[in-house]
């Protein structure tokens, strides 16, 4: 049934909203990598830093996603798709990003060449939350027969928006600058939503379902780890990290 089905055409001012806004996107070369001469961390002092994401109180009860508008989405669930925006087991938030937010003065880190995948499958964005450093490639693929747009509206970096109307094609994004939080939407299934946040660093993860990261090979030193979160807001606390030393931290929401 999928392999028949024909794309959906995209409405002409999605198309006309797309080609206005190729000229701007920045998802086109990679920038300079790193921003200036690597500074080496020395692996002999060199800590980590394990933080725990907790959620106090009951959740939201998650919404079910209505795909009734797009019948080629709807026919890709045989069960009610739950929205996914607080995720919370056993008192641990998934999908929080966890990074230093502050401490690591003018250091400058290597870039990884491989990009961080967000697949659009099912008319769904997965994985929903992604962080990616600056110069690092953040690749959509469509897994999809729909036509899906990817639009990105950053607050600091310059905005994108490009249709992928082919199965299994892929496109990537650069950032040249950091941003935590930046929301991705499909003009075309509103309920689609992803996040992606950049760092110049690379001491960033995004929380699994037992809400704890680890962020390793840390220069010893005095940071403040932020925890980002899409519907919950921000939170902070200060560490330090002494000479291979392995802090542990708990942030806890709703913020008090
Ligand atoms: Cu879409």
């Given at each position: 049934?999928?392999?028949?089905?024909?794309?959906?055409?995209?409405?002409?001012?999605?198309?006309?909203?797309?080609?206005?806004?190729?000229?701007?996107s920045?998802?086109?070369?990679?920038?300079?990598?790193?921003?200036?001469?690597?500074?080496?961390?020395?692996p002999?002092?060199?800590?980590?830093i394990?933080?725990?994401?907790?959620?106090?109180?009951?959740?939201?009860?998650?919404?079910?996603?209505?795909?009734?508008g797009?019948?080629?989405?709807?026919?890709?669930?045989?069960?009610?798709?739950?929205?996914?925006?607080?995720?919370?087991?056993?008192?641990?938030?998934?999908?929080?990003?966890?990074?230093?937010?502050?401490?690591?003065?003018?250091r400058?880190?290597?870039?990884?060449?491989?990009?961080?995948?967000?697949?659009?499958?099912?008319?769904?964005?997965?994985p929903?939350?992604?962080?990616?450093?600056?110069?690092?490639?953040?690749?959509f693929?469509?897994?999809?027969?729909?036509?899906?747009?990817?639009?990105?509206?950053?607050?600091?970096?310059?905005?994108w928006?490009?249709?992928?109307?082919?199965?299994?094609?892929?496109?990537?994004?650069?950032?040249d600058?950091?941003?935590?939080?930046?929301?991705?939407?499909?003009?075309?299934?509103?309920?689609?939503?992803?996040?992606?946040?950049?760092?110049?660093?690379?001491?960033?993860?995004?929380?699994?379902?037992?809400?704890?990261?680890?962020?390793?090979?840390?220069?010893?030193?005095?940071?403040?780890?932020?925890?980002?979160h899409?519907t919950?807001?921000?939170?902070?606390?200060p560490?330090?990290?002494?000479?291979?030393?392995?802090?542990?931290?708990?942030?806890?929401?709703?913020?008090?």
């Amino acid at each position: 049934m999928i392999a028949t089905r024909r794309f959906r055409l995209p409405s002409p001012a999605l198309l006309a909203a797309v080609a206005l806004l190729a000229g701007c996107s920045n998802s086109g070369s990679p920038p300079s990598k790193a921003k200036g001469p690597i500074t080496p961390v020395d692996p002999a002092t060199a800590g980590s830093i394990e933080v725990q994401v907790a959620f106090t109180g009951s959740p939201p009860t998650p919404k079910v996603i209505n795909m009734s508008g797009t019948a080629a989405c709807a026919a890709l669930h045989s069960t009610p798709v739950l929205e996914q925006s607080v995720e919370v087991k056993g008192g641990r938030l998934a999908n929080a990003v966890v990074y230093i937010k502050s401490g690591l003065g003018d250091r400058a880190f290597a870039v990884p060449s491989e990009p961080v995948v967000v697949d659009q499958k099912g008319c769904l964005y997965e994985p929903r939350v992604v962080a990616v450093m600056v110069g690092q490639p953040l690749q959509f693929r469509n897994s999809d027969q729909e036509a899906h747009n990817v639009h990105g509206r950053p607050q600091v970096v310059n905005a994108w928006n490009f249709l992928m109307s082919r199965p299994n094609s892929t496109r990537e994004v650069f950032f040249d600058k950091p941003e935590v939080g930046i929301p991705v939407s499909c003009d075309v299934h509103p309920w689609m939503r992803a996040y992606v946040s950049v760092f110049d660093h690379p001491y960033f993860a995004v929380t699994p379902d037992d809400g704890t990261v680890t962020l390793n090979t840390v220069p010893p030193g005095d940071y403040v780890v932020g925890v980002w979160h899409e519907t919950l807001g921000t939170l902070t606390k200060p560490v330090s990290v002494p000479a291979s030393g392995s802090p542990r931290l708990q942030l806890t929401y709703p913020e008090s």
